[in-house]
């Protein structure tokens, strides 16, 4: 079984700054898939970012990019020049190669971006 | 392109009572997931259905039924609804299990 853990309940970061949000995982695959969603009051859950856990490059979306330490477990979103729309409850999820379980959530961030 | 549709939106519903909630998906993807989330917590899986014609339990399935009638619909069924079962429901879907899934905007389910 995979486990997802988030541990920032909530950030708050003034427009304009750079703010990094924070993800561990454990699995005992080598091939697996990790998965930031953002999910604002409209309820919505939106794709922000996908990493493939055999790919060493970071992905970048945008102003969105992730720091992967596969060794170290550890799947990071970094947020650029943060803007009134990020404020939103972050997911930080992982789904293993074979995808049968569907993905498995942490517990969010809620960050908030400060005019 | 309306995505994944869910339906109702809210619903309230008295203990004992049961419901069907519905979901229709429009890309013509193979895989479908019924997601539950309460308060503080992230999404835990109820059901998926890999391809037509399967279903799985994911982590709580209990008290839960599903049907996949064909490749577009899956649905979720409260035989008899429970306060615990009182939350948000989210179904997504995914062209193969490893894309990334497609969601729908939940229902909101309150049981009393």
């Known amino acids: 079984a995979q486990t997802v853990t988030q541990s920032q309940p909530e950030m708050s970061v003034q427009e304009a700054e750079t703010v990094t949000l924070s993800c561990t995982y454990d699995t005992s695959e080598n091939n697996y898939y990790l998965f930031w969603y953002k999910q604002p009051p409209s309820r919505q859950m939106i794709l922000v970012i996908r990493q493939e856990a055999y790919k060493q490059q970071n992905a970048t979306e945008n102003r969105f990019s992730v720091n992967f330490q596969k060794a170290a477990k550890s799947f990071s979103l970094k947020i650029s020049d943060s803007q009134l729309g990020d404020t939103a409850m972050y997911f930080c999820?992982?789904?293993?190669?074979?995808?049968?379980?569907?993905?498995?959530f942490g517990k969010g961030t809620h960050l908030i971006i400060q005019p | 392109n309306a995505g994944v549709t869910q339906t109702p939106k809210f619903q309230v519903l008295k203990t004992g009572q049961s419901m069907t909630l519905q979901c229709a998906q429009d890309?013509?993807?193979?895989?479908m997931y019924w997601y539950r989330q309460d308060p503080g917590m992230g999404l835990r899986l109820i059901y998926y259905?890999?391809?037509?014609?399967?279903?799985d339990k994911g982590e709580v399935p209990n008290g839960y039924n599903v049907s996949r009638l064909n490749k577009r619909e899956f649905s979720l069924r409260l035989e008899s609804a429970a306060p615990s079962q009182t939350s948000v429901y989210f179904c997504?879907?995914?062209?193969?299990?490893?894309?990334?899934?497609?969601f729908g905007d939940g229902t909101r389910l309150s049981i009393l």
């Open positions: 999820a992982s789904l293993s190669g074979g995808g049968a379980d569907g993905l498995t």
């Open positions: 997504a879907s995914s062209g193969t299990r490893n894309q990334p899934q497609h």
């Open positions: 890309m013509n993807h193979n895989s």
């Open positions: 259905s890999a391809s037509e014609g399967t279903t």
